[in-house]
């Protein structure tokens, strides 16, 4: 499968080091050092991954995150950071971001991460369709390929990390999972002690889609493990 990757980058000598050895896992690499014209770029191009660098001339990198995420086309972000301070990587994943390295980091390191985004992308692909079109349980209905929820016939909107939560509770009623479980299957690979994340997603899904957010039907909280999608209205509906 051919792949396509933006580098929005203003570190040249690094930029061009990226280039060359993320192209051993696509076909096309393009690369950018100012944060306007990057963001236009993602905006325009089909790219199948960003990697982004948070410290850019012109649109600071959480900014480009932020106005990506706020648009329907959806693209994998890695950041790029040279901050040590642990609230720019959480805000950057809260952001949409689906992984992150810090500098400095090997292109070993830099190669694997790319690759498991494109392995989870596919992953993905393969549970969620073209397996079906639509999952229901209760009042709450998921068109998948529409990437549309309703619940008691009214349109929820959703962030894609939402809805994606969301989607993957809902193949798997009544199954337990922690929260790494949860990073791991919907977050993908790199997130180990950031936990929390999983819980701000989670609240804010109940304050969507149940009725009473403190005593929420839909998304179960399992005392001392983690959470659960309600299985009394059996398993999920496929159509």
């Known amino acids: 499968m051919q792949r396509r990757i933006l580098v929005i980058e203003d570190e040249e000598d690094l930029a061009d080091l990226l280039a060359l050895h993320l192209r051993d896992v696509c076909q096309e690499v393009k690369v950018t050092g100012d944060g306007a014209q990057g963001l236009a770029l993602a905006e325009s191009g089909d790219y199948d991954l960003i990697i982004l660098d948070l410290m850019l001339p012109g649109i600071p990198g959480l900014d480009i995150c932020r106005r990506l995420r706020a648009q329907p086309r959806y693209t994998p972000i890695l950041m790029l950071t040279a901050r040590s301070s642990e609230i720019d ?129 839909y998304i179960l909280t399992v005392w001392g493990v983690g959470y659960r999608f309600t299985d009394s209205a059996g398993e999920a509906e496929r159509c």
């Open 89 to 217: 990587r959480v805000l950057g994943l809260e952001l949409g971001a689906d992984d992150y390295l810090t500098k400095p980091f090997s292109l070993m390191e830099l190669n694997a991460r790319v690759k498991a985004i494109f392995r989870r992308l596919e992953a993905l692909a393969a549970d969620s369709a073209p397996a079906f079109g639509s999952v229901g349980v209760g009042e709450l209905h998921i068109e998948v390929e529409k990437r549309r929820v309703t619940f008691k016939g009214r349109p929820i909107e959703l962030t894609r990390r939402e809805f994606e939560l969301l989607l993957h509770f809902c193949l798997h009623p009544g199954r337990v999972y922690t929260r790494a479980q949860l990073l791991d299957a919907v977050w993908g690979y790199g997130h180990t002690g950031y936990e929390h994340t999983v819980n701000s997603h989670i609240n804010r899904l109940r304050a969507k889609i149940e009725e009473d957010p403190a005593h929420p039907y």
